[in-house]
């Protein structure tokens, strides 16, 4: 069975950064892409960006060009977000997400890790 | 702004057709998903390219679209399809709609 299992919730300080594990269960990381999500208390669900795990090559949402950065490592299965310079306005929910569909017809995230807790407060 | 605009609630009578729309400008030459989330977890995927259900989301779910406009339908509403839903489309970037609270009454 597939699984995405995320890392643990963080508390972070403003100015921080915070580095968020995404292990794929039940398939080979490099066969799908990768998307991240976020979703803030009581708020809609916002796309960060993707990785393609196989070449390593990202694409992010133009919000967040220049402090996010997601990496792989394919010999444990597993994705990772790190962002940086954290505010207060980044306390959310941080959710990895299996991509589906192609460049050309529209990815969709047909497997979605349980989220992660990140709190940024000083 | 949100590129897709759903609206923020919708209710329903138990065992009625519920209907959540979805519009967006580049909508009707792309591909439109829904998701399900319920309070405390994550999202779950209900359709995908427009109209096709994964394995495992009952029939009553299904998909259409016109022009800018997708259209997320459930027959026969059960009390455990109360959740919040989501339209997702792609335009070089992902883009969600800002969710609808879907209400069983």
């Known amino acids: 069975q597939v699984h995405l299992v995320q890392s643990g919730a963080e508390v972070k300080k403003p100015g921080a950064s915070v580095k968020v594990s995404c292990e794929a269960s039940?398939?080979?990381?490099?066969?799908?892409?990768m998307h991240w999500v976020r979703q803030a208390p009581g708020q809609g669900l916002e796309w960060m960006g993707w990785i393609n795990p196989d070449s390593g090559g990202t694409k992010y949402a133009q919000k967040f060009q220049g402090w996010v950065t997601m990496t792989r490592d394919t010999s444990i299965n597993t994705a990772h977000m790190e962002l940086r310079r954290l505010k207060s306005d980044d306390t959310a929910v941080y959710f990895c997400?299996?991509?589906?569909?192609?460049?050309?017809?529209?990815?969709?995230?047909?497997?979605w890790g349980k989220g992660t807790t990140v709190i940024v407060s000083s | 702004s949100h590129g897709l605009t759903q609206p923020p609630s919708v209710s329903v009578s138990l065992g009625q057709t519920a209907s959540i729309t979805c519009s967006g400008d580049?909508?009707?030459?792309?591909?439109a998903c829904w998701y399900q989330q319920k309070p405390g977890q994550s999202p779950l995927l209900v359709l995908y390219?427009?109209?096709k259900r994964p394995s495992g989301i009952p029939e009553r779910f299904s998909g259409s679209k016109s022009g800018n406009t997708a259209t997320l339908t459930i027959s026969g509403t059960q009390a455990m399809d109360e959740a919040d839903y989501y339209c997702q489309a792609w335009d070089n970037r992902g883009i969600f709609g800002g969710g609808t609270t879907l209400t069983v009454l």
């Open positions: 580049k909508l009707e030459d792309k591909y």
């Open positions: 039940g398939y080979t990381l490099t066969d799908y892409y």
């Open positions: 390219e427009d109209t």
């Open positions: 997400a299996r991509g589906g569909g192609s460049y050309l017809l529209g990815y969709y995230m047909d497997v």
